[in-house]
Each structure stands twice: as C-alpha cells, then as structure tokens.
C-alpha cells in the first residue's frame, strides 16, 4: 500500500475477467478505509454478480440483435423479473425460485403466453451468466410452465361480423384495412407497407416485400426474415373493385403520378406510413360505433386461409399465418 501526492492511500489488486489478468485500485483517506473496500471487494464477488447486473448486461449485448416486435415483448418481462429477483446473487438463485416467480404470476392472472415469455427472458439472462462465468449451470433448465394457464385462443370472425366488414367497406375509417385483411390474409404489418406500385391491376396480385414496425410510435420498413416472407397474394375481384378507384393517376411520365405510385396504400398525412396507435384506436371506435369485431387482425384472415384450404391453394400465396388458420 502506498500513499499518493494528493494524500489517499492506495492498494492494488489483481484479478481475473473473463480470462484475462488486470489491476483493480482501491483508495481511500486510511489503510483502514483501503482494508475495509478491499475486504468489502472481495465478499462481493464471492457472493457473485446480483440478478440485476447481469440482466443488464445481457440486455445491452442482445437486444442490437433481435426485432423491434421481440423487444416490445421482452420489456416487460425484464421489469419483471428484475422486481422479483433484484440484487440477488445469480448463484444463489435455484430453480425453486424461478418457480415461485412463474407460480406468482401464475396466481395473479396471467395467461400462459405471459409466462412462458417471462421463463424465456429468465432462461437467457442465467445462460448469458453461465457463458461470463458467473454460474456453473442454468437453473431455469429444469423449470417448466405452470399447468392449467389461460390460453388465448384467436377465433375467426362470425358470419355476422363478416358481413359487418363487408358492409363498412365505404362508410368506416378501419372499413378499408379489415376488407384488405379479409380478402388477402396479410399480416397487419405487412399491409400498412403496402404502396401503389405492389398493387397489380393488370395481373390481378399484389407483391408482398416488406413490412412495418414502429419504434416510439415512427414507422420503419424492414425486409422479410426469410425468402417465404416475399410472395405475390391473389387481388380478388372485390377487392379489385375496393382499390381501383383509389389508386390515382396512373399516367407513368407524370411527376405527381410516380409521387402517387410510391406512397402508401393505407398512407396519411401526405402518403406517409399509417401510425399503429392511430390504426389501432380507429379499429377501437368503429368496434364501438358499428359492432365491428374487436379480434386482433390476424383473426380478420382467418376466412381466407380456410377457403383457400378447403380449395387446396398453395400456402405460400397467402398469409403467414396459414398454419393458424390449417389448426382452427
């Protein structure tokens, strides 16, 4: 221990991280205050990293990596299970615990999706604590789901509601949209992107190569994940009637006709990418007004994807969610 010009004395010591030998300082205006960090130090990491650190840390590495969509879903159960576990040593941390967090959750009404997504974010941050060297294992490998959780089962339209849509086409802000979903089976994300130019009229299809999602309510376009994602839907003679006389001049050499082509179908504010709130809370008052389904949009191409099955058309001309409507 030495004592420095400015009159604090210090103590170095070396440790490991992550493999790697370096020097951690200590000061303080005593040997005693020194002795007391440096034994305060220690019993730290004895203990290990608390549940908190760690999940900050795997939070800053993976989330440059995953979707928008992911995020929105994990925000949550990180809040959560930073609550529930806090400044608790990851090593002190065993399955029964995690456990207990799901059987909590369990008991104040969550349904079972809840809980498997909170398990997941768990299971991520104890294996990223297990790649740092911070545990030995992952307790939350032998954990499982509690049994007997809701379900949130996503049910088709009723005829009634069908022909609701069908009848607001014109006379309903979200008329429109609900009408494109039932006719094509696409997602919600993957409709609010849809511009002029993917829409054929001569060949009768509309071309899907991008989706919406939105960061701090702003619109953002990104390519499909995979190449299944880019695919040509079926404009059905209805919906053909619907879109042709909104499509705009389609005179190729005129300026305002190429402004036309490029802007979005479901566009506001000068051709711009419809907000999801704002989508979401006009969906919300003609529910209210016209007894319009409250179903999420996935529901609304249900219809689609089971005449399409039942007439044997391939998958990969509609919507993703296919295997959805195969099991309903």
Known sequence: ????????????????????KTRKYF??????????KIAAWKEEQERGRAFD??????QKEHFPHIAEGTKVCYRPAIERAVSFFGAQPVREIVPLDIQRALGLM???GYAHQSVKIYLSVINQVLNYAVLMGDIDANPAAVV??????????????TEEELETIRNSLHTARFGLFAYLLLNTGLRRGEALALQWRDVDFKACIIRVQKSVYYTDNQPH?????????????????????ALYPLRGPQDDICLAARSRCHSAVF???????????????????TARQRKFP????TSCAMPMQRCCLRRGSPSRMHSPCWATAKRR
């Open 221 to 241: 376009i990104k390519e499909p994940k995979t190449s299944s994602g880019i695919r040509s839907v079926i404009l059905t003679d209805s919906l053909y009637t």
């Open 53 to 58: 650190v760690v999940c900050a840390e795997w």
């Open 267 to 285: 566009g506001r504010c000068g051709g711009n990418t419809a907000r999801t709130p704002g989508c979401t809370s006009m969906q919300s008052r």
């Open 27 to 36: 000061y303080g205006h005593t040997k005693a205050e020194v002795n007391r």
């Open 1 to 20: 221990m030495i004592k420095r010009k400015d009159g604090l004395w210090q103590q170095a010591v070396t440790v490991t991280v992550r493999g790697r």
């Open 144 to 157: 499982q789901v509690p049994k007997g959780l809701e379900r949130n089962r996503r049910d088709a339209p």
């Open 294 to 297: 409250r179903s999420r949009p």
């Open 106 to 108: 369990a008991r104040q």
